[in-house]
């Protein structure tokens, strides 16, 4: 059983710059979520994704955008960066038809922006 | 609106000694509760989670917590501390209304030898 996969681990932008991050789920898991975890702060729910659409969203701007793609996987997109989206960017996949509280992360992708 | 509150940013035991992290929630709803671990420069790790069984719930690496509705508390424990043990800890409530993990701001766990 493959677990949930992120790329790239690392990433630095500049401020205004676009960024996307990817997310592969663990397999027989079709529903995706994305966290924000700051530094010294827990993790803050972006948005979810389940059959390609936009599921649930956090308290997130509208420049932080999603995809899920036919084979689950999905993608963070976040247009002009702020200084204050520097994080560790979480995904997590889980059943829709089981108990969808049953997450499980990746490893996450670091982001800075300077 | 439902939360999470961990007492404690960071606790410091011994090798050896009782482990106590602490939880406690709101909720308007019977609440789902986790414990995830956070090592260093990686993702989250469920330890436990709660889901209205048994109010003592036993997880991996030795931990267990117990669900206590009257005090709206989590707490997490594991009675004889070891150096692996040292990391974060995040109490998180479920929200099946939105499909979402609210969680708390974390607890550093210092093991000294």
């Known amino acids: 059983e493959t677990g949930v996969t992120q790329s790239p681990t690392h990433l630095i932008k500049t401020r205004g710059q676009q960024v996307t991050l990817r997310c592969s789920s663990q397999s027989g898991h079709n529903t995706v979520s994305w966290y924000q975890q700051a530094l010294g702060q827990g993790p803050q729910f972006i948005f979810q994704?389940?059959?390609?659409?936009?599921?649930g969203r956090g308290n997130f701007p509208p420049r932080f955008s999603g995809l899920q793609f036919p084979n689950y996987s999905s993608e963070l997109n976040v247009n002009a960066l702020e200084l204050d989206d520097s994080a560790l960017y979480l995904c997590?996949?889980?059943?829709?038809?089981?108990?969808?509280?049953?997450?499980?992360f990746g490893p996450g992708t670091r982001l800075t922006v300077t | 609106a439902q939360s999470v509150t961990q007492l404690g940013s960071h606790v410091s035991v011994s090798e050896g000694a009782l482990v106590l992290l602490r939880c406690n929630y709101s909720?308007?709803?019977?609440?789902?509760l986790f414990w995830y671990v956070q090592y260093p420069n990686q993702g989250l790790q469920l330890l436990l989670k709660?889901?209205?069984?048994?109010?003592l719930v036993k997880g991996i690496n030795g931990f267990e917590a117990e669900f206590k509705k009257s005090e709206t508390s989590f707490h997490l424990t594991k009675p004889s501390a070891h150096m692996s043990d040292a990391a974060e800890y995040f109490c998180a409530l479920w929200m099946d209304s939105s499909y979402k993990l609210i969680f708390g701001s974390g607890t550093r766990l210092l093991v000294r030898p």
């Open positions: 997590a996949s889980s059943q829709k038809t089981g108990p969808s509280y049953e997450q499980y």
């Open positions: 994704y389940y059959r390609e659409e936009e599921n």
């Open positions: 909720s308007s709803v019977p609440p789902y």
């Open positions: 709660y889901t209205s069984a048994a109010t």
